[in-house]
């Protein structure tokens, strides 16, 4: 009579291998998921940092905005405001800003006048034959002495002028805006004042 082979261990140990398996390829699949998670989560607050760079405003102006005009002129000539960096923003080449001006008859794209902006001996009367300059940079850092640097730096400011048509005459109402490299347009609405004198603050 034969003996009945008793296969209890080997049933255990097969069992065993199998849970072993499972348990690995949990672990795999597991580390597979946290992985993907953590990618999409990271490119989530990638998309949410990119976005509100792009939605806010990264140039604020500083201060008032002052029209400029010949002795006796019916017109403004030009329009003078300081520009700084908002809260949190990097550095940008300003050079690079789109500016345009509008009004009720007249739409102008301002174009930046690399001629005369900043020199290291400008002459504070002078004008923008066409266009916009930087007429000067305040609060620099004196390691930088470079006066075609064109970047604008957080804590630095800039001031501008820019050329206007001749229909900025009394009471009329126009908008300046301006698109930098990143961020949303920064606008400026003000109202040309009923007499104009050489140097007026616009409202």
Do not use: C
């Not at 199998?18 to 999409?40: N, R």
């Not at 010949?70 to 990097?90: E, H, K, N």
């Not at 007249?106 to 690399?114: D, E, K």
Request: net charge neutral; no cysteine; proline share 4%.
């Amino acid at each position: 009579m034969m003996k009945r082979r008793n296969d209890n261990a080997f049933t255990g140990l097969e069992a065993a291998i199998v849970l072993i398996a499972f348990v690995v390829v949990a672990a795999v699949f597991s580390y597979v998921m946290l992985g993907a998670g953590f990618f999409t989560a990271q490119k989530s607050q990638e998309v949410v940092h990119t976005g509100i760079g792009q939605a806010s405003s990264s140039i604020e102006v500083v201060g008032d905005v002052y029209g400029i005009a010949q002795t006796g002129a019916t017109y403004l000539d030009t329009v003078r405001f300081s520009i700084g960096l908002t809260s949190g923003m990097s550095p940008m080449n300003i050079s690079a800003m789109r500016v345009h001006y509008t009004d009720a008859t007249a739409r102008h794209q301002i174009t930046f006048n690399n001629d005369k902006s900043v020199t290291a001996t400008l002459i504070d009367g002078e004008t923008p034959d066409t266009g916009w300059v930087i007429k000067r940079v305040e609060n620099r850092d004196t390691a930088i002495n470079e006066p075609k640097d064109r970047v604008l730096r957080p804590g630095e400011k800039f001031l501008l002028e820019m050329k206007v048509p001749t229909s900025a005459t009394p009471n009329t109402r126009f908008t300046i805006t301006m698109q930098p490299e990143v961020g949303a347009l920064t606008t400026i609405i003000r109202t040309v004042p009923a007499s104009i004198y050489p140097v007026n603050v616009l409202r």
